[in-house]
Structures are given as structure tokens and as C-alpha cells.
């Protein structure tokens, strides 16, 4: 019975010798720049797609914005001038407009004594041509959105065949060795999804702006082709 009470309390005195030993272990604390850096080589073509993303999307969103303020003003004054037979006062305004709804008028104004049809195919190609300076660039963004989770799954998996090179090495299948180099290169994939993730819906949002401003145009068009014909009504 002395020896069962002299085992326990060994054991016991072992455990708390270890919990002590623990306690005194200082935590080390899971810092993301760290990550990013133990990440590898494939963080570095990331990287650079999350930069060039950003820059496409901020560049292009300022040009869009700025395409599709409010041109009712314009339209005023172009119908006022149309009106009083003040040709030359419209076309002015519309350059000085210097926006893709006064390049689109200024053609159509030019094309004046000309069939309708004519003028709408002028404003419709000048049309096509500033629609596409809008969307210049944003197909960019669907391709980081594609390729960065892409680069992302590449780098764990170097990171994964790595790992079972150096245990085919080593013949040590311990799982911190596992995990340890395992958490590291997933980090690669989570990089990548995340940049693939922005990329997408800065993709989308810039899409919605262009067919916005689509729309105002299609729906100003129109509306100067019907001012061109109210005198002949």
C-alpha cells in the first residue's frame, strides 16, 4: 500500500513539474507579416496581382464615376439651343462638355441635315467607342480573379510536397513536423482566395457602373433623335 501512495505521489510530482515547465514556456504569438513572409516565393506573385488589381479597379472607378456624372444640364441647354436654331451654341457646349454624352451629341450635331438614320448610326459608333474606353482594362481584374487562388494552390502544394520530401529524409513522421510546415503553406491559399475574392467583386461592381452609364447614354440618345424630329412632327 506504501508503494501504490509513493507512485502516485511521484507521479503527481512529475505533473506538476511539467505543468510548470509549460507555464514558463513563453507563448509565441501568430503574427500575419511573419506569415505572409514564411509564405515562399508564390506570396511575391500574389502580391503583385493584389497591387495591379487595386490600381485597375481605383483607376478605373474614378474614370467611370466621373463619365457618368449628371449631364441633364447639357441636355437642357443642347434642346434649348436646338430650339432657337443655335447650332454652333450646341455643338460649343457639347465640346466643352468633355464628356461621353457631349462627344455623342456634338456627332449627331455635326451630322444635322443629314437622313436620321445617318446621324443615329454617327451617335451610335461614337457611342460603342466611349463605352469601350470605359471598359478598358476591367477584364484585367477577371483574370486576377482567376489566377490568384490558382497561385495560391500552387504554393501549397509545393509547400506539401516539400514536407513529405524532407520526412521521406528524415524518416521523421511527427505531426509538428506535419503541421508545423502544413499551416505555413496554407497561408499561399488563403492569400490567393482572398485576392481572387476582392478581384471578383471589384470586377462586378465596375460592370454595373459601365452599364449604368450605358443606359443614361442609350436613354440621352434617344431623347436628342426625338428632339431632332419634333419640328418635322
Known sequence: MQAV??????????????????????????????????????????????????????ERYFTIRKASKDENNLMQQVRGSILSGNLDSAIVLCRNSNSPLGRMLQKGLLRIGRPIKDIEGAIENIGKLEVSKLEKNIGILGIVAGIAPMF??????????????????????????????LY??????????????????????????????????????????????????
Not at 25 to 53: H, N
Not at 188 to 216: Q, R
Open 5 to 58: 501512495t509513493d507512485t502516485i505521489s511521484k507521479l503527481a510530482d512529475t505533473a506538476n513539474h511539467a505543468a510548470q515547465q509549460l507555464a514558463t514556456v513563453p507563448d509565441q504569438e501568430l503574427r500575419f507579416g511573419d506569415l505572409l513572409i514564411k509564405g515562399g516565393w508564390v506570396m511575391v506573385p500574389i502580391g503583385i496581382l493584389a497591387v495591379l488589381g487595386l490600381v485597375i479597379f481605383f
Open 152 to 181: 495560391g494552390f500552387l504554393g501549397t502544394i509545393a509547400g506539401v510536397i516539400k514536407i513529405f520530401y524532407d520526412i521521406s529524409k528524415t524518416d521523421n513522421i511527427s505531426m509538428g513536423v506535419i503541421s508545423g510546415g
Open 184 to 233: 505555413v503553406k496554407m497561408v499561399t491559399s488563403a492569400a490567393g482566395l482572398f485576392v481572387g475574392i476582392v478581384a471578383y467583386v471589384c470586377y462586378h461592381i465596375l460592370n454595373m457602373m459601365v452599364d449604368k452609364v450605358i443606359l443614361k447614354l442609350e436613354t440621352d440618345a434617344i431623347e436628342f433623335i426625338d428632339l431632332l424630329e419634333e419640328p418635322s412632327k
